[in-house]
């Protein structure tokens, strides 16, 4: 299993379970304990944390997104059930990105969002992916709690769970070393440049529940158990949550396999990839996780990633 890993190239941090039992925790260039950029594998976590709250009478998926934010086009025919699954008809304005270049605060960001917002209506109820989807359910859950995302991602799993290799990206710089992150770097003329942290922190802080937090192997593993098979969610809750329709089969954050009883994430951005693959039941996973990336390179190491997956799966 490891030499199929090696072979992948990726420089980082593997994490293997098979069983229930740990079978490969090492390190290429980094250590087991470093944590990364988890980017888009967070939206998972924030889908939980919204079916938390559904599951605690405090929202419903039938909520309509007219009801926290009007102001948003298409927002009166559009449901919760539709974020969580990316079938919201929303994507931005050409060429516009999320948030704005200078932070002020969650809710500015928000606010900046909705005037460059569109809705299709086309695409109600048909998947197209768009972190839009997850920035919007950030805001939701704010409103109903009247706590911050972040607040609410440290109450969720890292104090119940004690997570000792999770940060936010802004976190303070003394928690960030003690996290263990590692800088991000993107391979161009023939070298790897770091990722200028600047740059890094802006694009967090406007992807707040879709790519802001930094996690080592280990403890994504111990959330997304959590998430799977913990007390955090109800069995009903958690068929809800992933009942998942082609054709990407993708809902709460995650991508399903029915054949495989599996589910899947991954990240890219800032000079990190992340690539999270489980069993529905957590016992079998792997997790990779990388500070080297290069360009086009991202979908290929998907799909191998995928393939070892697979292997594993066969050989138990």
């Not at 924030?46 to 102001?71: H, I, N, W």
């Not at 089969?249 to 990190?272: I, M, R, V």
Request: one cysteine or more.
């Amino acid at each position: 299993m490891r030499q199929q890993i090696d072979a992948l190239g990726i420089k980082g941090s593997v994490f293997v379970i098979r069983k229930g039992k740990i079978l490969l925790n090492y390190a290429d260039s980094n250590t087991t304990d470093t944590s990364y950029l988890i980017n888009s594998a967070q939206k998972s976590l924030t889908a939980a944390m919204v079916m938390r709250l559904v599951q605690d009478g405090k929202l419903s998926l039938q909520d309509r997104l007219s009801k926290f934010y009007p102001e948003i086009p298409g927002a009166k025919k559009i449901k919760i059930e539709h974020l969580l699954a990316m079938r919201a008809g929303l994507h931005l304005k050409p060429g516009a990105k999320l948030g704005r270049k200078h932070f002020v605060s969650d809710q500015d960001n928000i606010a900046c969002d909705v005037k460059k917002t569109v809705f299709d209506p086309k695409l109600l109820g048909k998947w197209h992916y768009s972190s839009l989807n997850y920035v919007y359910l950030c805001g939701i859950i704010t409103k109903v709690t009247n706590k911050s995302y972040e607040q609410l991602f440290h109450e969720t799993y890292v104090e119940p769970l004690k997570l000792k290799h999770t940060e936010f990206l802004w976190s303070k710089p003394h928690r960030i070393l003690k996290s263990g992150l590692v800088p991000g770097f993107f391979y161009r003329n023939g070298h790897y440049d770091i990722i200028k942290h600047e740059a890094a922190l802006r694009d967090a802080h406007n992807e707040l529940g879709a790519g802001s937090v930094v996690m080592s192997n280990q403890d994504l593993a111990k959330a997304i158990r959590y998430v799977l098979t913990g007390n955090l969610l109800t069995k009903r809750s958690r068929k809800l949550l992933y009942d998942a329709q082609p054709p990407s089969y993708y809902n709460g954050g995650l991508y399903h396999n029915d054949k495989q009883k599996t589910k899947l994430a991954n990240g890219a951005g800032e000079g990190y990839y992340t690539f999270m693959r489980t069993t529905n039941d957590a016992k079998t996973m792997i997790i990779i996780q990388s500070n080297r990336t290069r360009k086009n390179e991202f979908d290929k190491l998907k799909k191998s990633v995928n393939q070892v997956m697979r292997q594993l799966l066969e050989s138990q």
